[in-house]
């Protein structure tokens, strides 16, 4: 059974840091490109970020480049958003999700992506 399990979300005032984990199991988890999405109150969940399966490939949406890392730890199964710079826009629920292992260009769709986590929440305020 694959499960993807987020941590690290919260409150923090504008212009602060947080880091966001996502704890992978029951998949071969270097096997999977991965990602993070977002969704805000009212609003369809949207793409920030993928790495790929090394780690070495990354591509951002443009609302967070520059402002947010992602990476991963193939050996702990874990993968990371690093958050900077954060603004009261980027409030929302924060899932991770793995896959597809197949592709041409960069996947920024939901149903793109094969497993996803239950979300954590990240709160920013002014």
């Known amino acids: 059974q694959v499960r993807l399990v987020e941590s690290g979300g919260g409150l923090v005032q504008a212009g602060g840091s947080l880091r966001l984990s996502c704890a992978a199991s029951?998949?071969?988890?270097?096997?999977?490109?991965m990602a993070w999405f977002r969704q805000a109150p009212g609003k369809e969940r949207e793409f920030v970020a993928h790495i790929g399966r090394s780690g070495s490939s990354t591509y951002y949406a443009e609302s967070v480049k520059g402002r947010f890392t992602i990476s991963r730890d193939n050996a702990k199964n874990t993968l990371y958003l690093q958050m900077n710079s954060l603004k009261p826009d980027d409030t929302a629920v924060y899932y991770c999700?793995?896959?597809?292992?197949?592709?041409?260009?960069?996947?920024?769709?939901?149903?793109?992506?094969?497993?996803w986590g239950q979300g954590t929440q990240v709160t920013v305020s002014l």
């Open positions: 999700a793995a896959g597809p292992q197949g592709y041409r260009s960069v996947p920024t769709l939901r149903h793109q992506y094969d497993y």
């Open positions: 029951g998949l071969t988890f270097s096997s999977y490109p």
